[in-house]
């Protein structure tokens, strides 16, 4: 796919297709990360690793077992 970029302002943009974004799940909220190897542009959406899953799985099993870890706190 050959595109150009787009006047926007005093900067230029590219435009990317639905279908595109579709594929890579991304919106207009979605943060970017821009990189370059001197040749070319390399965009790709930021995406929390695993830290959110975690932080979620770990909430669940101390709001499952509070009282059991509150003895053993002590």
Do not use: F, Q, W, Y
């Amino acid at each position: 796919m050959v595109k150009t970029l787009t006047a926007i302002g005093n900067s230029l943009g590219l435009i990317i297709d639905k279908p595109i974004l579709d594929l890579l799940h991304i919106d207009r909220d979605t943060r970017l990360e821009i990189d370059t190897d001197g040749e070319a542009l390399v965009i790709r959406p930021v995406r929390e690793k695993h830290g959110r899953r975690v932080r979620g799985a770990a909430k669940r099993m101390m709001d499952a077992h509070d009282t059991a870890l509150r003895k053993l706190a002590r």
